[in-house]
């Protein structure tokens, strides 16, 4: 018959009623009121449990123990559990203030089983219960206990990938969570279930969601479902079988990773988000959406010029501006080059506008802007012709030559006769001069012809 004493008086009289001997009764004592410096003990196994269980606790009895005086301890030689006789079946317990109407014990000690109940569990009885002989540390009973692990919600899931995301590559993406399962030091594993949502979908912030995990069991949830209580943890601590295919092909396991193939441009803006849990089928919210941002190394492709030109050819003295712009994820510096005919570069600026001012021969030849983000670097050439200027048909010297031409025809013709001719002259907008005569004009007379020497007139 279970009982049950909350003073050390009645609890010493029972234990010397028990074992006859007053030495054990303060030994017994002394053990309930002793701040023992016990250390955890390491248990042969876990029991896991949400707040409120009842938890069955069973395990055998070590050969050492039958016979004897049992102490049940938790955590430490502070905190007894009960203590008990393992002589006969129905031996009487001794049981502390802090589990009274909480615990049953099972009359098994006498055939070798440790069998006990505890009610409406806590977080106050997560910790390790072993057996003890006495009140120190060597007094712990090898392989003789259980670990009580008290289940709870995960907090603060998140999503982050695993080094850059850079096209090409293969790349994972990690889920985190904090535990906050007691005792600390448990070995209860964290499961993980990983979301993407569907395309099309997440506007107002909202998603609709599918579950990651092998095709025959494909299905869309909604992730904002705070419970998520659909996982296939059963809380049984069985693993789960490993998946074969993920949905979409190009997913590797479903742990606390998971990995995408060969990162491609196209998976710009695909969105992630995981959930997890320790058991008992309490999982956590859902992680904060991760939006994929691939990167890239940038190519020729990524890079054009405005005006959208390769080669340009200026006359000798003309100006020109080039601006080159590159696509890069992350963002590109830019810095424009004269290769020189040796292909040695030199660079001219380091912004995106190549300005050529009031160019000349010297400058003739191949420019290169080039692209370069922590991926790598490429170029773009684009080529400069300089050319002269075109030489002006009516020259000053023309001028000369028509007019001594002209005159010299008439004199040979015998016009002496012709009362008016008139030579013009025009070369661009610079004005014309006629000694002698009006400025700024176009036209001359000789009337009639002077035959003195010389008769030249010239603009």
């Not at 001012?357 to 400069?384: D, I």
Request: charged fraction near 20%.
């Amino acid at each position: 018959m279970l009982k049950y004493f909350a003073s050390p008086h009645l609890l010493c009289r029972k234990v010397h009623a028990i074992m006859a001997n007053s030495a054990v009764c303060l030994l017994v004592v002394s053990l309930l009121l002793l701040f023992a410096s016990c250390q955890n003990a390491a248990s042969d196994g876990e029991i896991a449990a949400k707040n409120g269980d009842d938890v069955d606790f069973s395990w055998p009895l070590p050969d050492s123990l039958k016979n004897t005086l049992l102490l049940l301890s938790f955590n430490n030689a502070s905190t007894i559990v009960f203590l008990a006789t393992t002589t006969e079946p129905n031996s009487t317990l001794v049981v502390t203030p802090r589990y009274v109407g909480r615990i049953n014990v099972s009359d098994s000690l006498g055939q070798g089983l440790v069998q006990f109940t505890l009610d409406d569990v806590s977080s106050r009885d997560a910790g390790h219960y072993v057996c003890m002989r006495g009140p120190k540390e060597e007094d712990v009973v090898e392989d003789c206990g259980k670990t009580l692990v008290i289940i709870d919600t995960p907090r603060n899931a998140t999503v982050a990938p695993v080094g850059p995301l850079l096209t090409g590559s293969d790349v994972k993406l990690r889920c985190a969570a904090s535990s906050l399962s007691l005792p600390r030091d448990h070995n209860q594993p964290m499961r993980y279930r990983w979301f993407e949502a569907l395309p099309n979908h997440g506007r107002n912030s909202s998603f609709l969601w599918r579950e990651l995990m092998p095709k025959e069991k494909e299905r869309s949830i909604d992730l904002d479902d705070p419970s998520l209580g659909n996982g296939n943890d059963s809380g049984s601590g069985e693993t789960e079988p490993e998946p074969e295919a993920m949905t979409g092909g190009d997913f590797g396991s479903l742990n606390n990773v998971v990995e995408l193939a060969s990162l491609d441009r196209s998976d710009d803006g695909r969105v992630f988000a995981c959930s997890t849990s320790e058991g008992l089928d309490l999982w956590s919210t859902k992680s904060l959406p991760f939006v994929l941002r691939p990167e890239w190394k940038p190519t020729p492709s990524d890079m054009t010029f405005t005006p959208a030109i390769s080669s340009v050819t200026l006359t000798s003295g003309g100006t020109t501006e080039v601006t080159c712009v590159a696509n890069c994820r992350p963002l590109c510096s830019v810095v424009w080059q004269k290769v020189s005919s040796d292909d040695r570069a030199v660079t001219l600026t380091e912004t995106d506008t190549l300005s050529l001012v009031k160019v000349g021969r010297q400058q003739q030849g191949t420019y290169r802007c080039v692209a370069s983000n922590p991926h790598g670097n490429t170029f773009m050439t684009l080529s400069l012709t300089v050319a002269d200027p075109p030489v002006p048909w009516f020259s000053s010297t023309t001028h000369v030559i028509i007019v001594v031409v002209v005159a010299t025809v008439i004199l040979a013709l015998g016009m002496t006769g012709v009362t008016l001719v008139i030579i013009k002259c025009r070369r661009r907008t610079t004005p014309i001069v006629w000694p002698g005569f009006t400025r700024n004009s176009d036209a001359v007379p000789l009337s009639p012809l002077d035959t003195r020497p010389s008769p030249v007139s010239y603009c």
